[in-house]
């Protein structure tokens, strides 16, 4: 009969995994994170030419070269 008792002590799963899939779980988990970070990457750049075009906003030009002569 199967009691509660039993369910504490039940014998440890074993699980055997060959070589070859354990080197391609490895490949498929840096694929993962090389996409990863491609994508953050590409994310902060973003940013950055999205801040940069911000700045160049409110950045005051000059309108004439008289103005930028004279710094007014």
């Known amino acids: 009969m199967?009691?509660?008792?039993?369910?504490?002590?039940?014998?440890?799963?074993?699980?055997?995994?060959s070589e070859e899939r354990l080197k391609a779980a490895e490949l498929k988990a840096k694929k993962d994170q090389l996409t990863a970070v491609n994508v953050?990457?590409?994310d902060m750049t973003d940013y950055r030419d999205t801040l940069t075009e911000e700045i160049?906003?409110?950045?005051?030009?000059?309108?004439s070269l008289e103005e930028?002569?004279?710094?007014e």
Request: no cysteine; proline share 13%; glycine share 4%.
């Open 2 to 17: 199967y009691s509660l008792f039993d369910s504490f002590f039940a014998p440890p799963t074993i699980v055997v995994v």
């Open 40 to 42: 953050r990457i590409k």
């Open 56 to 63: 160049a906003k409110l950045d005051p030009q000059p309108e």
């Open 68 to 71: 930028a002569l004279l710094g």
